[in-house]
């Protein structure tokens, strides 16, 4: 039986890094800002007292939603001929985007240093001039 558990896994484990091309520092940085910014807004939350499963879930599907287009983002880069790397900028908007969002949640507890606050509206002003 564990066999059978470690083989999925993997074949899961593959899969997801086929689809989002590969497990690189910036898809790690992407999937940890995500998770932090999902607890931070529980925590915000339960803070307000606003806590609700039924936002939870739509905050969950949006981040399903987001991995599904950094996935989409690496495919069209595959068929592309030009070397753009639009999967990274993909993962860089929305690292920014996830970064600001869980900046904001702590600013209701805590200081934000004003130099972190910068460098993540920077990553938003550089993408936005892009498009």
Request: aromatic share 8%; glycine share 8%.
């Amino acid at each position: 039986m564990r066999e059978i558990i470690r083989g999925a896994a993997a074949v899961a484990g593959g899969t997801l890094s086929f689809l989002l091309g590969g497990l690189d520092d910036l898809l790690v940085v992407l999937t940890v800002l995500v998770c932090l910014d999902y607890v931070s807004g529980v925590i915000k939350g339960i803070y307000r007292h606003e806590l609700s499963s039924a936002v939870g879930f739509y905050g969950i599907l949006k981040k399903l939603m987001l991995f599904l287009v950094v996935s989409a983002a690496f495919m069209v880069q595959r068929i592309i001929t030009a070397e753009l790397p639009i999967r990274d900028i993909t993962v860089l908007f929305y690292i920014s985007n996830e970064g600001i969002s869980l900046v904001e949640n702590a600013a209701e507890f805590i200081p934000i240093p004003d130099k972190l606050k910068a460098v993540l509206k920077e990553f938003t002003k550089d993408e936005e001039e892009k498009k």
